[in-house]
């Protein structure tokens, strides 16, 4: 994988790129790669408009992936919109496959994160063998995942807290769609090979294909083939494997910034320990997370299994809000990366900034839709009085505290883009787990506060996590900027 030719030598060693060579990686006429404007912008003039340009892909992308949950969501429950196991035993799984997300979100952090500091550095030599190197590594953990996670099926969803129906349907529903979470963790190399070099149409492109498909095949296999929630699972393995045939192709045509060699020899376990060193804190960034829903939905079950269902229902609904935040985040992380890698410091501090007061000003108008439309919305998705109550309380309290989130997830994603992880996962373990886990359990158990301790256990977690990023990537950026 290299912007060159394919052949290496010991006679010939790679030379890092001249800047005229940098300046027209974007220009070659290999197939709708950027143009030398759009590359250009990255590094020179107003933050804004290319901050935008490289978001809105994203956004789209996760928007119509985040439709096929919505849709997912709307298919179970009309399976038999009277009984709540359904919606329910898919939400226990629900941590799993955030396990499998956080895999995968780590194998694109790890391998864009290098990408762009490679591409700002003009580094051929770390380009020519990201690609393969982060596929082994892929590979390898998805083969193992997906065995362990068959083989313990049934103590795993056990430990997860269902019971009955919800036992049923949380097995089913885990058995059929482990082999998408192996393909999820491999596709997203090449989707962080795309999203570090800022080709952000691609990314858009591969994730409206796994939605659409989703979302078309859903009922096929839930309702008309009988299948129910293990339909669901069908559904999702056979639009992974429709976007693979859609990402595949892109590399071995070459129409990318970063190319594929798909040769043994470009693997090297210098770039594969870079990709682990940034990817491995992301991982275990969303493992935070995963255990955040596994902690919190054993608290809300214990309080009331009719809390649980809302409790997921709101779920989907604060994936919505955060959309922009993680496309934000994805774009502040090319544009960060990129710069740092061409040691333009004070570029990057704005970047960051900017980053920000975008991203507040996006998610305080959305979660404002949200609140006010709450009880209209959650009644679409159940007829139980109870389960609209739970759901529009939460929505009402809680939902403004994730303005704050953003300043800690733009302190994340800049640490993670110029491939300081630490810092980057020490933020996510203050939102997710250091704050809103012990408090929440205190303010339930101690306090007896009921659901209402959950809630206030997220707020904290956003608060005080925002304090600290900020506080963090201020003075990490003021070292470099003098």
Same mark, same amino acid.
């Given at each position: ?134 596929? *082994? ?151 935070? $997370? ?172 956003? *608060? ?12 990490? $950026? ?5």
């Amino acid at each position: 994988m290299c912007w060159y030719s394919a052949g290496r030598s010991k006679s010939h060693p790679e030379k890092p790129m001249s800047k005229s060579e940098g300046r027209s990686a974007g220009a070659q006429k290999n197939g709708g790669v950027l143009s030398p404007r759009e590359t250009e912008d990255i590094f020179k003039g107003p933050i804004l408009k290319p901050l935008i340009r490289l978001s809105v892909p994203i956004y789209l992308g996760l928007l119509s992936q985040l439709m096929y949950y919505i849709a997912d969501t709307i298919w179970i429950s009309r399976i038999d919109l009277s009984d709540p196991s359904y919606v329910g035993g898919v939400g226990i799984i629900f941590p799993l496959l955030f396990a499998a997300l956080a895999i995968s979100s780590g194998m694109l952090i790890g391998v864009g994160s290098l990408v762009a500091r490679s591409i700002g550095a003009r580094d051929r030599k770390t380009l020519s063998c990201v690609a393969e190197s982060g596929l *082994l590594i892929a590979g390898t953990v998805s083969a193992l995942v997906t065995v362990l996670c068959y083989v313990y099926a049934e103590h795993i969803v056990f430990s997860l807290g269902a019971r009955g129906d919800y036992f049923i349907h949380a097995l089913e529903y885990l058995r059929f769609i482990l082999p998408a979470a192996g393909m999820m963790i491999i596709g997203n190399v090449f989707l962080g090979l795309l999203q570090g070099a800022g080709q952000m149409r691609k990314v858009m492109i591969a994730m409206i294909i796994t939605t659409s498909i989703n979302i078309i095949l859903d009922p096929v296999f839930i309702f008309l083939l009988g299948m129910e929630v293990k339909g669901a699972g069908i559904a999702t393995v056979i639009a992974q494997a429709v976007t693979a045939v859609y990402l595949v192709p892109i590399f071995l045509k070459r129409k990318t910034l970063v190319k594929v060699e798909w040769k043994w020899r470009n693997i090297d376990f210098i770039a594969m320990k870079k990709i682990v060193a940034v990817g491995f804190p992301q991982t275990a960034g969303h493992m935070l $997370l995963a255990l955040n829903f596994l902690i919190f939905n054993k608290i809300v079950v214990s309080i009331d299994q009719l809390a649980l269902t809302a409790f997921s229902i709101c779920g989907r609904f604060d994936q919505v809000l955060l959309l922009p935040l993680l496309a934000i985040a994805a774009a502040v992380i090319t544009m960060t990366g990129q710069n740092f890698g061409r040691k333009q410091y004070v570029r990057v501090e704005r970047i960051w900034r900017t980053g920000v007061f975008l991203g507040m000003a996006v998610i305080a108008c959305i979660a404002s839709v949200i609140v006010i439309f709450a009880p209209t919305l959650f009644s679409f998705f159940t007829t139980i009085d109870a389960v609209v109550d739970y759901s529009v309380r939460q929505t009402r309290l809680v939902e403004f505290s994730y303005v704050l989130a953003v300043i800690a997830d733009m302190g994340r994603a800049s640490f993670q883009a110029v491939g300081k992880p630490i810092p980057a996962l020490i933020i996510t373990a203050l939102r997710l787990a250091l704050i809103p886990l012990p408090i929440a359990y205190a303010l339930v158990y101690g306090a007896g506060a009921g659901v209402y301790g959950v809630w206030y256990g997220i707020i904290l977690g956003n *608060l005080f996590s925002a304090v600290a990023g900020s506080i963090w990537i201020r003075s990490f $950026l003021t070292r470099r900027t003098g």
